[in-house]
């Protein structure tokens, strides 16, 4: 949110075949808006790996034809 206004957008999601492969479906999320993120802390001290989680409510949900090669 920026200066009051709420942030909504589509938001494309791709499933690849393997990492750096090629896609094999994809979804459309129209309407999108973050709820909630959270990231990780920093701490040389730990050797955990630094994970986040981002939270997204939609509207509507639009399957994508992909291509295969």
Do not use: C, H, N
Request: aromatic content about 8%; overall charge negative.
């Amino acid at each position: 949110m920026v200066e009051g206004k709420e942030d909504v957008r589509t938001v494309r999601i791709v499933l690849l075949a393997t990492a750096g492969g090629p896609p094999i479906y994809g979804w459309s999320l129209i309407g999108a808006r973050p709820m909630r993120w959270s990231g990780p802390r920093f701490d040389a001290m730990t050797p955990e790996i630094a994970t986040e989680e981002l939270v997204i409510a939609y509207e509507r949900v639009d399957w994508i034809e992909l291509r295969r090669p």
